[in-house]
Nanobody
Framework: QVQLVESGGGLVQAGGSLRVSCEAS????????MGWFRQAPGKEREFVAS????????YYADSVKGRFTISRDNTKNTVYLQMNSLKLEDTAVYSC??????????????????WGQGTQVTVSS
């Protein structure tokens, strides 16, 4: 079993940048395909980005493509989400998730086995 802890959230102005991190413990991160999801108040959880076990295969939601970058550092057991050109609509709780069975990046939340508690990202005007 793996434990996931997110960090790096905060308040940022529209157009700014922020990097959130997800540190894994208990198991080696390279055993998992990793994903980032977000949930805004009153809305359903939505997929943001995913990176496959090999670290090369990546998949992004259309709403963040070109602005967000997912990466993984298996030596640090950490996955990152670099967020640039932030918009008001990016405000949400961002959670990371781990899928031990799937090799490639994907957006299917139900396939992720483990989830972190989330970190709040607030974009102000």
């Amino acid at each position: 079993q793996v434990q996931l802890v997110e960090s790096g959230g905060g308040l940022v102005q529209a157009g700014g940048s922020l990097r959130v991190s997800c540190e894994a413990s208990g198991r080696t991160l390279s055993d998992y395909t990793m994903g980032w999801f977000r949930q805004a108040p009153g809305k359903e959880r939505e997929f943001v980005a995913s990176v496959g076990k090999n670290g090369v295969d990546k998949y992004y939601a259309d709403s963040v493509k070109g602005r967000f970058t997912i990466s993984r550092d298996n030596t640090k057991n950490t996955v990152y989400l670099q967020m640039n050109s932030l918009k008001l609509e990016d405000t949400a709780v961002y959670s990371c998730a781990a899928d031990q069975h799937t090799e490639v990046a994907h957006r299917i939340g139900g396939l992720y086995d483990y989830w972190g508690q989330g970190t709040q990202v607030t974009v102000s005007s």
